[in-house]
């Protein structure tokens, strides 16, 4: 006699409908949208003031909701946290309106900054940066000796006056809501020795990680004509595989 076998009955996904397919590819898109939106912004590099932190020619995200003032509806959703020291930022210059830029936050409020020699010390402390750069190795007293040196160089105006009603004995003292803000390329970078502190207010966000990076003259942002804009673009075009940084693709920010 045939023995019989046993039967066995297998339950079938049902697939996915048409409408629930792009009811999903929405959602996601909606998301995408929102982050892109509300959370990152990208960004490229201008100068060479964060060597070798960061290039001419970098493209960055930046998060612009990490340092941005807690929401009650999205507090409990994305990580917010104060600025810290060493952390790098985005923010929009004092000195310069609609200018953006980005610097390593050196002081925070109620800090004591000098520099002798071109060394940071910080509230009494000779700070290690491994980060530092002294690519010119020429000596500027002001520069080096921050605030020690009268600033006689500082183009600024505002600033110059302000200066002095800032320093403590040998510091300059970082007050409320403002950040002491210096380059890692520190022989070549214009930033709070020159201009001031950067108000809270003017903070846009922290530099998350590089999606692009190709290689770009300095000042290159700086170019109008509309002619010289449209060659450097043919010029990405043509040489995109050949002078795309690719060991910088994804390197995070620190």
């Not at 290039?55 to 807690?70: I, K, M, S, T």
């Not at 020429?138 to 605030?147: E, G, K, M, Q, V």
């Not at 009603?165 to 803000?181: C, K, Q």
Request: net charge negative.
């Amino acid at each position: 006699m045939p023995k019989q076998e046993d039967k066995v009955t297998v339950d079938e996904k049902p697939r996915e409908t048409t409408a629930e397919f792009l009811a999903s590819l929405a959602e996601v898109l909606v998301i995408v949208l929102f982050i892109m939106t509300f959370v990152l912004q990208n960004f490229e590099i201008p100068s060479g003031s964060m060597e070798d932190t960061l290039l001419v020619g970098d493209h960055v995200f930046v998060n612009r909701e990490q340092f941005a003032p807690p929401t009650r509806w999205m507090g409990s959703l994305l990580p917010y946290r104060e600025i810290r020291r060493d952390d790098i930022a985005v923010f929009f210059s004092p000195e310069q309106q609609g200018l953006f830029l980005v610097k390593r936050i050196i002081g925070i409020p109620g800090d004591h900054i000098h520099l002798r020699d071109g060394t940071v010390y910080r509230n009494g402390e000779r700070l290690a940066e491994p980060f530092a750069q002294h690519k010119l190795g020429n000596f500027d007293p002001y520069r080096d000796n921050f605030p020690a040196v009268p600033p006689f160089e500082v183009r600024n105006g505002k600033w110059k006056q302000e200066l002095s009603s800032h320093i403590e004995g040998n510091d300059i003292v970082v007050p409320p809501d403002s950040y002491f803000a210096m380059g890692d390329n520190r022989d070549n970078s214009y930033d709070s020795r020159f201009w001031g502190f950067v108000p809270r207010k003017n903070v846009i966000g922290r530099p998350l990680f590089i999606y692009w990076s190709f290689v770009t003259p300095e000042g290159q942002y700086l170019v109008r004509d509309a002619g010289e804009r449209m060659g450097f673009l043919a010029h990405i075009v043509i040489h995109f595989f050949d002078q795309t940084r690719w060991r910088r693709t994804l390197r995070i920010v620190r």
